[in-house]
């Protein structure tokens, strides 16, 4: 099965407190929970989801100031899958604006994190402003297959969130 889904609302609430609205009431992180959109492909020929973003927000060149953004959202895959997320390239070649990682890489056991497998994007800004409200499509994830060496002899099972594996 491969599907994103909305994470609970308590994870989503917990996000946005530590990264973007620390004093929001809970009918204020209500109000954004609600409106989370799931990925969607613009056309049946696209390998990307796009991802939309449940907050407006901005990023001024030559302002080093980047922005967390909790999406709301998680993936579901099989084990031998991976979800690469990336900025779409509108975004890109316009303003510049990049993930602070260069591209993010969701492990399929990553649902399994202390965070509900909860994808966050974190944006840098470019040579030329990006705003982006509330709805707008900002990033794209595409579902992709890898492969293991036949000596492979990982065991080593998910015991955390980012920055976890191999600790």
């Keep these: 099965m491969i599907k994103f889904e909305k994470v609970s609302f308590e ?3 917990k996000a946005m407190k530590a990264v973007l609205m620390p004093c929001a009431t809970e ?4 109000y954004y929970y609600d409106a989370i959109k799931l990925p969607k492909r613009g056309t049946k020929a696209s390998a990307g989801y796009d991802i939309f973003s449940p907050i407006s927000f901005e990023l ?3 302002i080093d100031v980047s922005v967390t ?3 709301g959202i998680r993936a579901v895959m099989p084990s031998d899958m991976f979800l690469l997320i990336v900025p779409r390239s509108g975004i890109g070649f316009k303003t ?5 990682n ?12 202390d965070s509900e497998g909860h994808i966050m994007i974190k944006m840098e800004p470019g040579f030329d402003n990006l705003n982006i409200k509330k709805g707008d499509r900002f990033a794209q994830g595409i579902f992709l297959k890898y492969y293991t060496t036949d000596d492979d002899e990982s065991t080593e099972i998910r ?5 976890s594996t191999g600790v």
Aim: glycine letters at 18%; a negative charge; hydrophobic letters at 40%.
């Design 96 to 100: 510049g604006a990049c993930l602070a």
């Design 27 to 30: 009918e204020d992180l209500r």
């Design 69 to 71: 953004i909790p999406t």
């Design 60 to 62: 001024l060149a030559g």
């Design 159 to 163: 015991k955390g969130g980012f920055g």
């Design 11 to 13: 994870e989503y609430a």
């Design 102 to 113: 260069t591209v993010g890489v969701i492990d399929s056991d990553y649902i399994e994190a």
